[in-house]
């Protein structure tokens, strides 16, 4: 077995998920100590309760906090060994702590930071994200850049699939966007529940901060390969991985190009984290000679029987 993990992002999150996570010692250890850093930080420790996770910071905390207990649980407590970690958006914080790269409470201060600036990027006019379903990649770009104005953006922001494009932007032309994808025969037109647009030049000044704030890290070994979100390519390397976490925000997530690697690389198994199924999903699709698993889905005695099986 080759064991790629997979860190869901903004999107995925739910209530009271943090409460739900497998009954692990290494989740509990997971959850204590990411309640010591959020004290740290004078953030209050409930961040995954319905009314808190309406906001942008304490949602990616929550997921950030959710897939670094996840992949403890297989790893320490199941003694399952990842080889590949894959993170989408702010997924991947929780993939570079897995991998090494950083620890638990660096990647909350740096989150939190994202967060934060991220909210500022957007605290002037009503941004948004949205999954166009069902068109190929070249007609979503197409349809964005129709739609597109100075006055009323539209950006791609990820490729999650060959018929799957996220889309970033204003409200108002998320909303043209919602009658030019039904027109185009788009199958569905999903809103994603965020408050803000990632993934687009609007973020640059956030990426800007973030790669100063991460510059400040310590350089570490990385534990297993990294596959990015800006170029999705295996990387391997301390800085190329904070690199990536840092330039992510103001670019189009590359996922259906990681997700295709993964058989080239060697990959069978790619579990997810709770709290989502998305990316699963789409694994199956994208590369459906990887088994895709979600814990969410499957529950975590499941999803480590079925990985252990022969391939």
Known sequence: MSLALLFPGQGAQQPNMLSTLPKTPAVTEVVD?????????GIATSVDDAAALHDTTNAQLALL??????????????????Q??????????????????????????AVKLRSD??????????????????????TAVQLVERVHTDEEPLWVANVNGSSQT????SVSALREAAVAA??????????IDVAVASHCPLQAGTAERVKAH?????????????????R?????????????????????????????????????????????HVLARLNAVNAPTVLALSMQDNGIDTVVARARRPR
């Not at 989408?88 to 090494?100: I, L, M, Q, R």
């Not at 991220?118 to 070249?138: E, F, H, N, Q, Y």
């Not at 039904?182 to 999903?190: E, L, N, V």
Request: contains cysteine.
């Open 33 to 41: 100590e990411s309640h010591s850093w959020l004290e740290h930080l």
């Open 65 to 82: 906090i959710a897939g670094v207990a996840c992949g403890r649980a297989l790893t320490k407590d199941h003694g399952l060994t990842a």
């Open 84 to 109: 590949f970690v894959a993170g989408h958006s702010v997924g991947a914080f929780a993939a570079a702590v897995t991998a090494g790269v950083m620890t638990l409470g660096e990647a909350l201060g």
């Open 117 to 138: 600036l991220m909210k500022d990027a957007c605290s002037k006019g009503d941004w948004g994200m949205a999954a166009v379903t069902g068109l190929p990649t070249r």
């Open 166 to 169: 996220v889309v970033s932007g």
């Open 182 to 191: 039904k027109a185009a025969g788009a199958r569905d037109y999903t809103l």
């Open 214 to 230: 991460l510059a400040g890290l310590p350089r570490r070994p990385v534990a297993v390969q990294y596959l990015t979100n800006t």
């Open 232 to 276: 999705g390519r295996s990387v391997r390397s301390a800085d190329a991985i904070l690199d990536d976490l840092a330039e992510a925000v103001a670019r189009p997530v590359q996922w259906y190009d990681a997700t295709r690697l993964m058989p080239e690389l060697g990959v069978t198994v790619a579990v997810e984290t709770q709290p989502g």
